[in-house]
């Protein structure tokens, strides 16, 4: 069983910075696909960032919308996952969530995917102009 908190949300002007983090506890020894999906009203979900971390090389992908403006990372030790998010605009605003589930790389590589195993309670982000 593994638990997801996010954290790090919160209310950025145009243009700001903003790390949203997601600690996960439990038993989370092994292959893992880590993601960060976000919400707002009116849209569909929208799969934002994924990493794949374990026995083979890291791997990442984005969303065309946050690409070169967006970071994920992975920290094993803290298992902790992080989302940087830079130059923000105010269609990012929305409640992102982070997700994950036991996976091959080749299985961490579809953005439209929604089968993840275990869901933080989402964390939200407002920007404003």
């Known amino acids: 069983q593994v638990t997801l908190v996010e954290s790090g949300g919160g209310s950025v002007q145009v243009g700001g910075s903003l790390t949203l983090s997601c600690a996960a506890s439990?038993?989370?020894?092994?292959?893992?696909?880590m993601a960060w999906i976000r919400q707002s009203p009116g849209n569909e979900r929208e799969g934002v960032a994924l990493l794949y971390t374990g026995k083979y090389a890291e791997s990442t992908l984005y969303s065309d919308s946050v690409r070169g403006r967006f970071n994920i990372s992975h920290d094993n030790v803290k298992k902790t996952t992080l989302l940087e998010m830079n130059n923000l605009k105010p269609e990012d605003t929305a409640m992102y969530y982070c997700?994950?589930?036991?996976?091959?790389?080749?299985?961490?590589?579809?953005?439209?995917?929604?089968?993840?195993?275990?869901w933080g309670q989402g964390t939200q982000v407002t920007v404003s102009s």
């Open positions: 997700a994950s589930k036991l996976s091959m790389p080749w299985k961490c590589s579809d953005l439209k995917q929604d089968d993840y195993t275990y």
């Open positions: 439990g038993s989370t020894w092994g292959d893992w696909c």
